[in-house]
Structures are given as C-alpha cells and as structure tokens.
C-alpha cells in the first residue's frame, strides 16, 4: 500500500495530457517520440546484434583454408582437425552452420506461437536466456558433438519476437527509425565478430561474449520492459497494460489520463470496421487451398525468401574465403553494406510499386551475382564491388520480401 501510494503522488506531481486516452492508437500516439519510445526501439533493436553474431560467427569458428590471417587465432578445424565426414561424405565442419539453420526450419515458429499464448515479453526472457545457455554450452563444449548441439539450440532460438513486441509498443509514425535501428544494431553485431576473433584468439570466446551480450538484454528485457500493449488487449488483460502505462510514464515523467475500461473494450477493427475473428490453423489451411491465388502468391514469395536466403547467408558466411582482397576486412565491408539496404527498402516501397521494386531488386541481386563468375580474381576491386553489391541487394531482396509478406497477406 506504501508503494502505491508513492505512486500515486510521483503521478499527481507529472504534467498530464490534456485529454482522456479512450484507444490503444492514443496511447501509443502519446508516446511517441518519447524517452520511453526511445527505449524500447533501443532495447528491442540491440537485441539482433546478439541475434547476427550468432547467425554469421560461422565464417570465424571453421574458415576454409588459412585465409584468416590473425595471427594465434584458433578455429574449431585447428581443436579438432580430423572430424571425419558425416555419413562419409557430409563436411563436419560445415554441419556447424547448417544444424543452426535446421534447428531454425524445425523450431524457430513456436516462440511466436507461444507468445500468443503466454505473452511477447515472457518468450523473450526465456528466448534470451536460453541463448545464454546455448552460447554456454557451445563456449565449454568438451567435443565437437556437442557444439553441434549447442549450435542446434541456437537455431532453435533465432527469432524475431523482440521486432514485433516493438512493434506492438510504439506508434507506426516511429516504425521506420525502429526498422532502421534493428538494420543498425544487426549490422554492429555482424562487423563486430571479425575484431572480436582478432582480440580474443579462440573460437570459444566467441560464444563467450555472446553469451554475456545475451545475459545483459535478458536482465534488461525482465526489469525494465512492459508487456507489448497490443497483446494486453488481446488478452484482456488490465493489470499488465496499467504496467505498461506506469512504465511510459515513470520514463517520460508525464502522467497519462488512461480509460482502461474503454481500451479494452474496443478490438482492432479491418478496413471494413468488422472485427477479425480468432482463426485456426486448419482453417488458414483450408482458405489458402480454396484460394488458388493466395496459394500461387505464398509460393512464389517463399520461394523468393528460400533464394534470398540462400544468397545472403552464401555471401556472408563465404566472405573470409575469398582468394581476393583481405579476409577480415571482406566480411566487415560485407556487413557494413547491409545498413543501407535496411534503410532503402521500405522507401523504395514507398516511392514505387511493390512489383516493380520486387522484380528490381531481385533482379539486381541475380545479376551482380552472375557478375561475379566472369569478372576475373586479379580485378580485385572490380570483384569485390560487384560482392558487395550483390549482399546490398540480397539484404533488400530480404528487406522487401519481408514487408509485403505483412502487407499482401490476410491478418487473420
């Protein structure tokens, strides 16, 4: 009672808004551009920095050859050298970056799922500290055997619920600098594995600050961030959406004059002003087989991801063992070129029509690629701006085909 009551004072003594919030795009609306909303983007975004050390520290733990020149550095192939081939022709060492990848294919949907459930914020906690396990096991690993398996946990872990919890908790005037800093914070965690390898000398260490980097936005994400508003909603849930409010307003010291009761009464309607009802699974099914052209335009998008992928996970993880150029400063140009593309994207989709930046993009990124089997290795730097570009266009292939998955298909 003590401490509510310390509340309730703290509240009286902040300004207020002039009017009663009656509506979950109010609410979000009277926070934006605020302390608070720069805080959630911050702590939702550096999040992929843990999230791409993980996907592309590969190129570091088994590089082909001895293109990485630094010196004392220790690989995975220099702790165990002689892993024999799985099923006597399957490369070991690459089962390294593939198991992470199956471990994402197999199990990396059900933390969203689960969070429709139990709530965005609870799947985060658990996701980020069980990174930190992973990272764990894979940093103490006794054997290669079970690196293999702390790198199928990781996949497992991949996810991208903190960029729809920070969706859900600002307001869609302050989404493109949110898409930018999730662009930012993956580009600094990619650049950073290559001085990271060069500073600590082992593979192991990797992990290691991974690891601890994890740790930090677990403890961040327990302490200081709400449930996503959205998801209060949904769930009729007053008790955590008044969290969230006294957590805006503790942050940006204004009180808020919040109708509760009229927030949670009112659904998020369609354009038509209807309400959207709860759809199952079997009946997401059904309505793609009944719909021929939905059905059409889900396969040619995923396969447009599947290729997408494919490319950039090709380029990024085969950056350190090009036969031209500098290894470690390949792999940084190479994630460096990516922020761009997080920022041009979803402008270009604003300037001009989806297809037409589709069919652009993805036809930039095919020919760059196609480029480079004709341009000789000793034009060393005709080759690798044509590397370059092909993971700037990969990197917006992703970025668009992201963005009109959400747009072009039901919510429901």
């Known amino acids: 009672s003590n401490s509510m009551s310390e509340v309730s004072e703290t509240d009286a003594m902040m300004p207020k ?22 805080f959630v983007i911050f702590v939702q975004s550096i999040q992929w920095a843990v999230l791409a050390q993980m996907f592309v520290m590969t190129a ?26 799985i099923f006597g022709f399957m490369d070991s060492y690459k089962m390294i970056s593939s198991i992470a990848f199956l471990g994402n294919l197999l199990f990396g949907t059900i933390p969203n799922l689960l969070s429709d459930r139990f709530g965005r914020r609870k799947l985060l906690v658990i996701i980020l500290f069980g990174i930190v396990l992973a990272d764990t096991l894979c940093a103490l690993a006794p054997s290669f055997w079970v690196l293999i398996v702390g790198r199928f946990l990781q996949g497992c872990l991949l996810t991208a619920l903190n960029f729809v919890h920070c969706m859900e908790s600002i307001a869609p005037g302050c989404r493109f600098l949110a898409s930018c800093a999730f662009g930012l914070f993956w580009t600094i965690g990619y650049c950073l594995v290559a001085p990271e390898a060069l500073v600590v000398g082992s593979w ?18 327990l302490l200081l961030v709400p449930e996503s508003p959205y998801y209060c909603i949904a769930q009729n849930d007053r008790t955590k959406l008044e969290g969230f409010v006294r957590r805006s307003q503790w942050m940006n010291r204004r009180a808020y004059d919040v109708d509760f009761d009229a927030i949670l009464s009112k659904k998020k309607t369609d354009s038509k002003g209807e309400v959207p009802s709860e759809v199952t699974i079997g009946e997401s099914l059904s309505y793609f087989f009944k719909n021929p052209p939905v059905l059409l335009l889900m396969l040619v998008m995923g396969y447009s991801e599947i290729a997408t992928m494919l490319s950039y996970a090709g380029i990024s993880l085969a950056s350190t063992s090009l036969d031209v150029g500098d290894a470690n400063w390949n792999f940084v140009l190479s994630g460096l070129v990516e922020f761009p593309a997080y920022c041009v994207a979803p402008k270009l989709l604003d300037w001009f029509p989806s297809k037409f930046v589709m069919i652009s993009v993805l036809a930039c990124a095919s020919g760059s690629l196609v480029a ?23 990197t917006s292939c992703y970025m668009t085909n992201l963005i009109l998955v959400a747009e072009l298909f039901p919510t429901n």
Do not use: M
């Open 60 to 85: 570091y733990l088994t590089p082909a050859g001895d293109t990485i020149a630094i010196g004392s550095y220790k690989s995975v192939r220099d702790e165990w050298p002689e892993e024999p081939p």
């Open 372 to 394: 480079l089997k004709f341009i000789p290795h000793n034009l060393t730097a005709l080759y690798l701006v044509f590397w370059l570009l092909s993971k700037f266009f990969a």
């Open 204 to 221: 192991r260490w990797l992990f290691g600050i991974n690891g601890f980097a994890a740790l930090v936005c677990a403890l961040l994400q």
């Open 17 to 38: 808004t002039n009017c009663k919030i009656t509506t979950i795009d109010q609410l979000l609306e009277s926070t934006k551009w605020s302390p608070f909303c720069f």
